[in-house]
DNA sequence: ATTTATGCAAATCGTTTGCAAACCT
DNA sequence: AGGTTTGCAAACGATTTGCATAAAT
């Protein structure tokens, strides 16, 4: 399931929003649920990726082990990113390709926190040729990249 | 303790890099124990960066929790450098201002394998110049930054 | 009705830790 | 001797899973 073609980008819009992540689902034969829309409501709110933890403390409404349930068919079928740090938890966030903005992360060694942020598009398209010339070199294929910047936060710094 | 100037790069002598993981342990008042030097050892000869599972195996001699807490010492002194996949599993290996060479992870999502690759210098800078950059705006100090390519090897493709 | 999702509690598993013996210096 | 490291076994904690109930189609 190819999910960097064929998809509309959401733009901004809520409602589009729940409508697209209720065609992945429906494409994978998973129904959008009260459970799986609280979800996606909270990544879509989020100014930064959240971890499971930090989504039951938004919504005490949720089950821990429904979210992790949930957080697994979001991500399978391509309505969440799950963003790996430095720390021991995992966090989500909205797909790349559903929202269409494509991003890096700026993530604290200390607290683990995360921000966001883009490169010049020049850059990014020479990276990516380069990607994929080492990965075609390896006999990989390329799912996709990470660039990201581990670094201190002003607060962590100590 | 700044990690990324006035460090001597090992070349490939493994005389040279016995002689500075014992130094930058020396540094921090921890002694370059058997387990310890077993572990620069492993982590020299390996083509990749290694899970403690693949530790174990290599060398039966070593002990689970002697291997984590060296591990860990070997980190926050600096000689070995934990890399993070997608998987569950830590990998590590040795530190790369100590060997001297700057690369990057071609990451298995199906395996959880990782291959390295180097990119062009002029791109290596141009990226860094953006890291520092976006790192300023917000406050953040850069430690180091990932660039990998995660994907699917030959044998995971299916 | 039948399939799928949920909530609770118990299990899993990589990693961490307490403590007594072994090791350095 | 005095402090550090090691090995074993027990503890931790994020995540997963079994199973009975509730919800959706």
């Given at each position: 399931?190819?999910?960097?073609?064929?998809?509309?980008?959401?733009?901004?819009?809520?409602?589009?929003?729940?409508?697209?992540?209720?065609?992945?689902?429906?494409?994978?034969?998973?129904?959008?649920?009260?459970?799986?829309?609280?979800?996606?409501?909270?990544?879509?709110?989020?100014?930064?990726?959240?971890?499971?933890?930090?989504?039951?403390?938004?919504?005490?409404?949720?089950?821990?082990?429904?979210?992790?349930?949930?957080?697994?068919?979001?991500?399978?079928t391509?309505?969440?990113?799950?963003?790996v740090?430095e720390?021991?938890?995992?966090?989500?966030?909205?797909?790349?390709?559903?929202?269409?903005?494509?991003?890096?992360?700026?993530?604290?060694?200390?607290?683990?926190?995360?921000?966001?942020?883009?490169?010049?598009?020049?850059?990014?398209?020479?990276?990516?040729?380069?990607?994929?010339?080492?990965?075609?070199?390896?006999?990989?294929?390329?799912?996709?990249?990470?660039?990201?910047?581990?670094?201190?936060?002003?607060?962590?710094?100590?």
């Amino acid at each position: 399931m190819p999910r960097t073609t064929g998809h509309t980008h959401v733009t901004g819009d809520p409602e589009e929003l729940h409508a697209a992540a209720a065609v992945r689902l429906g494409a994978d034969d998973q129904r959008y649920t009260s459970g799986r829309r609280a979800l996606v409501e909270l990544l879509a709110d989020a100014p930064h990726p959240l971890t499971v933890a930090e989504v039951l403390e938004r919504n005490e409404g949720l089950t821990q082990s429904s979210v992790y349930r949930n957080l697994a068919v979001l991500e399978a079928t391509g309505v969440v990113d799950r963003v790996v740090t430095e720390d021991e938890f995992a966090r989500y966030e909205l797909a790349e390709d559903l929202t269409g903005h494509h991003h890096h992360h700026l993530i604290c060694a200390g607290c683990g926190g995360v921000e966001d942020f883009s490169v010049p598009p020049d850059l990014e398209t020479a990276m990516d040729e380069v990607f994929h010339k080492v990965a075609r070199r390896s006999g990989f294929s390329v799912g996709h990249h990470r660039m990201d910047i581990i670094g201190w936060c002003a607060t962590c710094r100590t």
